[in-house]
């Protein structure tokens, strides 16, 4: 999954009516969007080919949904037989006054390509009657969360039951029917079937994993990879002895971690008088202190007035209980 930190769109040329996101490369399965502000604008799927190529996955209208947040995803309608780790979402051309907001998009995928068992039947057909066993009814077609608990029930059906509905296709093994995918030059060989060889349904369990898992190994694996804003968010959930740690990894984390945005809530409670520099540190830090506390903290007064002239201006809530 990759968050996008409730991205914005609102373009006003339908030439960038659109937001690229990139991935772990995935033969894709279902693509997720978390919409958190003014839903329905997503109108087009498209996915990048190893050629740079664009090829639609799914399009469909604008939709008048309730103003609320929702996790739109729909079934891909268009097949696609290429591994890609780029992703465009085209939106409807709109008013600044009516922008969307994203707070993340998911790719669902594979690191092989699966096929159905029976040629005349399509991964997304099966999919969708797999929907129908878990959620046989909703009310609003639109908001595809009626039920988030099992909003992702068909594809851990199809992980269980793998061998029933579909096999791996290797990349060095054709597929004996031919595959045509309008506008992209799919390679077919005419090989016999029987020369792709399945494996024990434990096997089939390790090699389809889904993308959504391999995603958290990767963000685990490369925090430093992050832009900038994605590690601001990240290090606000951290307490003071947590930042100090991150500052001194290198030049770049002791720079975001020396950021005002960080410092709006400043929790020092229990400061001995062996700190008397403790203020000093947090002065260029404070620039928009909101919260101080100082419970049963000793400092010098003089230090404690000096730092609320340079940090106080916009404070609401002081604390000095016990000091």
């Known amino acids: 999954m990759r968050r996008l930190d409730f991205v914005r769109w609102y373009e006003a040329t339908i030439e960038n009516n659109y937001i690229d996101v990139e991935f772990h490369e995935a033969d894709p399965i279902r693509v997720s969007i978390y919409e958190v502000y003014n839903p329905g604008n997503v109108i087009q799927i498209w996915a990048q080919d190893p050629n740079k190529q664009w090829f639609q996955l799914w ?8 103003p609320t947040s929702r996790l739109f995803s729909p079934p891909l309608s ?14 409807e051309n709109s008013s600044p006054k ?8 998911m790719l669902i995928g594979t690191s092989d390509l699966i096929l159905p068992r029976y040629p005349r039947e399509s991964l997304q057909n099966l999919l969708k009657n797999f929907n129908c066993m878990y959620s046989p009814c909703h009310d609003d077609v639109h908001n595809l969360t009626a039920d988030l608990k099992s909003a992702y029930s068909d594809i851990v059906h199809l992980q269980q039951n793998f061998p029933e ?24 060989r005419q090989r016999d079937s029987r020369r792709i060889l399945l494996k024990s349904h434990s096997n089939y369990a ?11 190994v990767l963000l685990r694996c490369s925090l430093s990879a992050l832009p900038d804003e994605m590690l601001l968010k990240i290090l606000k959930n951290l307490d003071l002895t947590t930042l100090c740690r991150m500052s001194k990894i290198n030049r770049r984390f002791n720079y975001l971690t020396r950021d ?15 700190c008397i520099n403790i203020f000093r540190y947090f002065t260029s ?8 506390d100082l419970t049963a903290s000793k400092f010098h007064v003089k230090n404690f007035v000096k730092f609320l002239d340079n940090c106080g201006r916009r404070l609401t809530h002081l604390r000095l209980s016990y000091c």
């Open 59 to 66: 399009n469909g209208s604008s939709q008048i949904v309730p």
């Open 165 to 188: 509905y579909c096999f791996i296709c290797k990349r060095g093994l054709w597929i004996c029917q031919e595959v045509i995918l309008a506008g992209y030059a799919q390679p077919v």
């Open 285 to 292: 830090r404070c620039k928009y202190l909101q919260q101080l």
């Open 260 to 274: 005002p945005e960080l410092y709006t809530r400043l929790n020092m409670r229990n400061v001995s008088p062996i």
């Open 206 to 216: 390790k090699r389809m994993k889904l993308f959504s898992d391999e995603s958290k």
């Open 98 to 105: 009516s922008y969307t907001k994203l707070d993340a998009v």
């Open 78 to 91: 268009h097949p696609c037989y290429f591994k890609t780790k780029m992703l465009r979402l085209v939106f």
